[in-house]
């Protein structure tokens, strides 16, 4: 009995050291795929996901399409003040009056904190 234990033993070892090989080799070769490669992927996930819900929502009623419409219009109103690295596009300033406004609006903070950072300091000494 033992005996046959040691080798089923041996076996799953085996089994599990080269699953983890297999593991280890499919993340190196991720890591291998190039920055623009490994979001054109990301990219593919999303509209896939995207075309089954759209099949699944099937016949709508109003409500469903006023939803869908105000979705739309906050999308839009997203996209117009721009996302992605947020820093960049505040840092410019213009564009939007509020995104202006809100550059201003961090500087000053910014300048409050500098200020407050060299009073600590003079304290300290």
Do not use: A, Q
């Amino acid at each position: 009995m033992s005996l046959k234990e040691e080798k089923k033993r041996g076996e799953r070892e085996e089994e599990e050291e080269e699953e983890e090989e297999e593991s280890v080799r499919r993340k190196r070769k991720k890591r291998r795929r190039g920055g623009s490669e490994k979001r054109g992927r990301k990219r593919k996930k999303k509209r896939r996901r995207k075309k089954r819900k759209r099949g699944r929502r099937g016949g709508e009623c109003e409500e469903d399409e006023e939803k869908r419409r105000r979705k739309k219009r906050r999308r839009k109103k997203k996209r117009r003040k721009g996302g992605g690295r947020r820093g960049e596009k505040r840092r410019r300033g213009g564009g939007e009056k509020e995104r202006g406004k809100e550059k201003g609006r961090r500087k000053k903070r910014r300048e409050e904190k500098e200020v407050r950072g060299r009073r600590k300091k003079r304290r300290r000494v």
